[in-house]
């Protein structure tokens, strides 16, 4: 649940950091873009995209186009070095769920606040020893280096002339595109359903409206803006996908590896009177198989005691 929350914060603050960007780009009185973010950061891409559009002749479909794949690539390692972060705390906490769910389940059917607040005191002494990021490990700053490349595209596209005026595989870049948005809202869904790659039931069972969150978001806003946007954001979400496809099958498997070599050097300590990782996983592999051993047991031996009489 404190995961959830988390992603939930560290979601509305990114759109709320990208909203407060966007406010910092106004028209002077001849309606041209101004302020410091384009200043600094959008008029070089305009540049860019001016260049790719007429010196180049491509048009401006395709020069949002390659700029976009530049920039994106550019910042590429700054998204993995942040995944990889996010990575490492989730799996370091997965693999250390049998020695928290003994706490857990205290604070769950804790009777009184005492007992509770006894449980909680416990379970964060203990993830502070285990090195876990009350946070998930979700940095905030390779977000803020990203943050200003992120709307420089983004004022680029709207605010470049020329681009409003073109047309790209018969799309209006100056209005906004059903079909666009269509696209980009699947792009998102898409990488949302990725993500959920490799998450335990539990975790996946909170992290379900996550799922929507971004691309109910990217629909909305896609809707509202021209089209020269909406193919930023179109390039923006493969990248995305590229990203968590790495994650999943490159980052996460060495995570795993770097985190049972960590522990096996240095085995978690026990709480509680608890058995610590390996001796629990090794106990309680699984209830139910446990409980019917158990039962079976029990009637070998009843059968032996009658054999006796």
């Not at 390659?66 to 700054?78: A, C, S």
């Not at 804790?110 to 909680?120: G, V």
């Not at 709207?158 to 209005?175: A, N, R």
Request: charged share 20%; hydrophobic share 45%; proline share 5%.
């Amino acid at each position: 649940m404190k995961l959830k929350r988390n992603r939930i914060l560290y979601s509305a603050f990114t759109i709320s950091l990208l909203m407060m960007m966007t406010g910092c780009v106004s028209r002077d009185s001849s309606g041209n873009p101004t302020g410091f973010i384009w200043n600094i950061f959008g008029r070089p891409m305009s540049y860019f995209i001016d260049y790719f559009a007429n010196n180049a002749r491509l048009g401006y479909g395709f020069a949002i186009i390659i700029v976009t794949i530049i920039v994106r690539t550019l910042i590429l390692p700054l998204g993995l070095y942040q995944a990889w972060k996010a990575s490492y705390q989730s799996e370091k906490m997965n693999y250390l769920k049998p020695v928290f769910d003994p706490i857990n389940e205290r604070m769950k059917n804790a009777s009184t606040q005492e007992e509770k607040m006894a449980a909680q005191t416990e379970l964060m002494a203990a993830r502070k020893e285990m090195g876990l990021d009350l946070l998930g490990g979700m940095g905030c700053l390779p977000l803020l280096i990203q943050m200003p490349f992120f709307s420089a595209m983004y004022f680029a596209a709207q605010y470049t002339k020329g681009v409003s005026t073109s047309t790209f595989m018969g799309i209006d870049l100056g209005h906004r595109s059903m079909i666009m948005t269509i696209i980009i809202v699947a792009l998102y869904f898409i990488q949302s359903l990725l993500s959920m790659y490799g998450v335990p039931e539990e975790q996946r069972a909170q992290m379900k409206s996550m799922m929507f969150m971004m691309p109910i978001m990217m629909f909305f806003m896609s809707l509202n803006l021209p089209s020269g946007v909406a193919l930023y954001w179109f390039v923006g979400g493969f990248f995305s996908i590229i990203q968590q496809l790495i994650t999943m099958f490159i980052l996460k498997p060495k995570l795993r590896q770097k985190i049972e070599e960590e522990f096996a050097k240095n085995p978690p300590k026990t709480y509680s009177g608890q058995k610590s990782r390996k001796d629990v996983t090794q106990v309680t592999p699984n209830p139910t198989i446990q409980a019917s051993k158990a039962t079976g047991k029990k009637n070998r031996n009843a059968g032996k005691q009658r054999k006796r009489k």
